[in-house]
Structure formats: structure tokens, C-alpha cells
């Protein structure tokens, strides 16, 4: 859930950083650092923040597996 309480931080997602790279958020407080840093001054951000894929079915269904 993009919107509950309990996130846990992540530079990734705060509001202060600014991505630069897939490896690296410039940061306000604390200048380059990894997305999977954190720190006292997170804030969060739910529009930056990408939700897992959802799970995909590994099984191809056939249109018997559906019929009575």
C-alpha cells in the first residue's frame, strides 16, 4: 500500500531527494547517496515511490480450464 504509516524510510522515496541516477539520490542534507540510504530527516512521498510488480501467473491456462 503506496499510503500507510509504517514505511519504512528510504532516500529513494523522500520528498528532499532528487534522483540523479539508478544508483544515486542527491540529497539536501547529506549530498550523494545510495537509494537504499535514510536518515533523521526523511519525508515521504508517495508519488515517488514504485510499487512492486504484481505476481504473474506462470500456468498458460487453456479455454477447457474455464468451461463446465
Do not use: H, Q, W
Not at 18 to 27: G, L, N, P, Q
Amino acid at each position: 500500500m503506496l499510503f500507510r504509516r509504517d514505511i519504512e524510510p528510504n532516500c529513494a522515496y523522500c520528498e528532499r531527494g532528487e534522483r540523479v541516477s539508478d544508483t544515486e539520490i542527491k540529497c539536501p542534507k547529506r549530498g550523494g547517496v545510495a537509494p537504499g540510504d535514510s536518515c533523521k530527516a526523511f519525508r515521504y512521498d508517495p508519488l515517488k515511490r514504485i510499487p512492486p510488480r504484481p505476481a504473474s501467473l506462470r500456468r498458460k491456462f487453456k479455454p477447457e480450464d474455464f468451461s463446465l
